[in-house]
């Protein structure tokens, strides 16, 4: 079975931080250019960063900039998303997701496989 499986995320102070980790199985990851998004309730579904096939290319919103950290290990088939300074907005659920392209674009229509989640919840 074709998935991809996050995990990492939780409750943290403001300030504080969270790795989470977007794992694939069923399918070789080196070949996918992945994404995360979030959904916070009642809002849209947002691009928040991603990472090209190769590695090369990362892209991040303008809100995470500085504070958020893409990253992947192709022998671990798995893609991290390093958070810090996190702020009670950062608050939503992650979704991972995979394109099979080598750019990396934040669009979610860009993506057809996707995970089923991890909330973060940043407050004090």
């Known amino acids: 079975q074709l998935q991809l499986v996050e995990s990492g995320g939780g409750l943290v102070q403001p300030g504080g931080s969270l790795r989470l980790s977007c794992a694939a199985s069923g399918f070789t990851l080196a070949y996918y250019a992945i994404g995360w998004f979030r959904q916070a309730p009642g809002k849209e579904r947002e691009g928040v960063s991603c990472?090209?096939?190769?590695?090369?290319?990362?892209n991040y919103t303008g809100s995470v900039k500085g504070r958020f950290t893409i990253s992947r290990d192709n022998a671990k088939n798995t893609v991290y998303l390093q958070m810090s300074s996190l702020k009670p907005e950062d608050s939503a659920v992650y979704y991972c997701?995979?394109?099979?392209?080598?750019?990396?674009?934040?669009?979610?229509?860009?993506?057809?496989?996707w995970g089923q989640g991890t909330p973060v919840t940043v407050s004090s």
């Open positions: 990472i090209s096939r190769s590695g090369g290319s990362t």
């Open positions: 997701a995979a394109a099979l392209r080598p750019d990396c674009p934040l669009r979610r229509q860009s993506y057809d496989r």
